[in-house]
């Protein structure tokens, strides 16, 4: 008899709120990472947009992205994925990546993009969204999508 590997639940919103609650020493950093603003609302990923381009355009942003790459695409994957999942009306769930990947044949195309990686997952649609493996492929001019706002309100769509 066949039996699918147990899924592996992750809880990433304590991910997510890292973003606002272990904010870098930079003015802006301090000023617009704030739990005000990033309160997991659609409106809010603007916000993000613009904290990545500072990454990605600022020295000190590099010199972030250099020594904490993956706490920062795992923070900011969750952080978008923690809005798609409260405007998917509870269908998702995180999982472990590899968790999914035995159990489902979506994650075909993917590889892990950081340690420990969690997706988005409905057990009900059979579907996976990957928030975190998204935010590696901006960083990397990779994506396919201009911005994480695009990318969320696309997700949230399908």
Not at 102 to 117: F, G, K, P
Request: net charge negative; hydrophobic share 35%.
């Amino acid at each position: 008899m066949f039996f699918k590997p147990k899924l592996i639940k992750n809880e990433k919103k304590y991910s997510a709120k890292l973003l606002f609650e272990d904010v870098s020493s930079e003015t802006w950093d301090k000023d617009n990472l704030t739990k005000a603003n990033l309160d997991f609302s659609i409106d809010s990923v603007r916000r993000v947009n613009e904290y990545a381009d500072r990454l990605i355009h600022t020295e000190f942003g590099q010199q972030l992205l250099k020594e904490h790459h993956d706490n920062l695409i795992t923070r900011i994957g969750a952080y978008l994925g923690e809005v798609i999942k409260n405007h998917k009306d509870g269908q998702y769930r995180w999982f472990d990546f590899n968790s999914i990947r035995e159990n489902t044949m979506h994650l075909d195309e993917y590889s892990i993009s950081v340690q420990d990686e969690s997706v988005l997952y409905s057990k009900k649609m059979d579907d996976v969204l990957c928030p975190i493996y998204e935010v590696k492929q901006y960083f990397d001019g990779q994506s396919k999508y201009t911005n994480f706002l695009e990318y969320v309100e696309v997700a949230i769509k399908e």
